[in-house]
C-alpha cells in the first residue's frame, strides 16, 4: 500500500469511523491533512479514500437512522460529502459524473482480470510482453482515484502506445477495448 492510501485510511480509521463528534472538526483536520500534500493525484486520490470511507460509514448509518431530517450524523456525514466534493472539484473531479463507485471499481477490475486470463493464453513464446502488458494493466487497478473518463482515457492511451510500440496487436488491441467498450462509449460522448 502506498503512502497516500495508508494516510487516508489512518485518516479514516481516526476521524470518521465510529460516531463523529465534530464533524467541522474532521473537515479542518483534512484541509490541515491535504495541505501537506503537493502532488495533485495524490492530493485526489486522499480525498477519494476519504470520501469512500465516509460514504461507507453513512450508508451503514441511514438504514438505522429514526429522524433523518435533523439527524445530527446525517449533518455531519453531509457535511464532510460537501467539503470533500469541493475539493476535488478544485482538483478537476466531478463526483456522481466522474467518480468511480465501489461497483464500478470491482466490474472494472473484474473485465481488467479476465483480459489479463485471456492473454495469458496467448503468452506462449510472447512471455516478457505478456508480463509488460500484465504490469501495464494491474497499474490501472490503482488509478481509479483519477475519475472515470480520466482513467478510461489512460487506459485507451496505454493499449494504443501498447500497439505503436509493437508490444501487441491491433487484434489484442480491438479485443482489449471491445471489454470496457460501454464506458468508452460513454468517454467518448463526454
Known amino acids: ?66 429522524a433523518p431530517d435533523t ?23 466531478q463526483l456522481n459524473e466522474d467518480t468511480f463507485t465501489i461497483e464500478e471499481e470491482g466490474s472494472a477490475e473484474a473485465k481488467l482480470d479476465t483480459i489479463i486470463k485471456d492473454l495469458g493464453e496467448l503468452k506462449l513464446g510472447y512471455q516478457i510482453i505478456y508480463d509488460d502488458l500484465k504490469k501495464e494493466l494491474e497499474e ?3 488509478l ?7 482513467w478510461h482515457q489512460l487506459f485507451a492511451g496505454k493499449c494504443l502506445d501498447m500497439v505503436a510500440g509493437g508490444v501487441i496487436s491491433e487484434t489484442v488491441s480491438k479485443k482489449i477495448i471491445t471489454a470496457l467498450e460501454p464506458a468508452f462509449t460513454r468517454v467518448i460522448e463526454s
Do not use: W
Request: net charge positive; charged share 25%.
Open 1 to 66: 500500500m502506498d503512502v497516500i492510501a495508508k494516510f487516508a485510511n489512518r485518516f479514516v480509521q481516526r476521524h470518521i469511523n465510529g460516531r463523529i463528534r465534530n464533524y467541522d472538526e474532521v473537515i479542518e483536520a483534512a484541509k490541515e491533512q491535504l495541505y501537506t500534500i503537493d502532488n495533485r493525484l495524490d492530493k485526489i486520490k486522499f480525498l477519494n479514500i476519504i470520501l469512500e470511507g465516509n460514504n461507507i460509514v453513512y450508508d451503514q448509518h441511514k438504514p438505522n437512522c429514526t
Open 71 to 93: 439527524c445530527h450524523i446525517n449533518l455531519a456525514h453531509e457535511s464532510i460529502t460537501y467539503f470533500l466534493a469541493q475539493e476535488l472539484a478544485r482538483l478537476g473531479v
Open 140 to 142: 490501472l487497478k490503482g
Open 144 to 150: 481509479y482515484f483519477l475519475g472515470k473518463k480520466k
